[in-house]
């Protein structure tokens, strides 16, 4: 936690757990929809494909903003949050993409 704020917290702020989260949603979110809707085919589809990534990056960019302005964590801890976020979304991203996506047919047949 940054040293020059009035109240002194005790949990652990390196990375921040917030960044990591919001990060993980936006990159996940932007990957998502790039490369998984596709079904109305016009313009319409590249509108509302383009609202949900900017919506989802302000939202992530103005977290990661808020948690500097109120002094909850330093510059270097929302920057590595981000990082390891988005990495994290990546490869869960890649993970649901080629691994799990192909046995989805399998597994939706299967009598429980």
Request: charged share 10%; proline share 4%; glycine share 6%.
């Amino acid at each position: 936690r940054p040293v020059y704020r009035e109240v002194v917290l005790e949990e652990h702020g390196m990375p921040s757990n917030h960044s990591q989260y919001m990060w993980f949603v936006c990159v996940y979110t932007v990957l998502f929809t790039k490369y998984r809707l596709h079904h109305l085919g016009h313009r319409g589809e590249t509108i509302w494909k383009l609202i949900s990534v900017l919506l989802s990056l302000s939202c992530a960019g103005m977290m990661s903003y808020s948690r500097v302005y109120l002094q909850y964590h330093t510059v270097p801890q929302v920057v590595w949050g981000s990082v390891i976020g988005g990495c994290a979304a990546i490869v869960w991203f890649l993970i649901t993409q080629f691994l799990l996506t192909p046995w989805f047919p399998t597994i939706s047949n299967w009598r429980i």
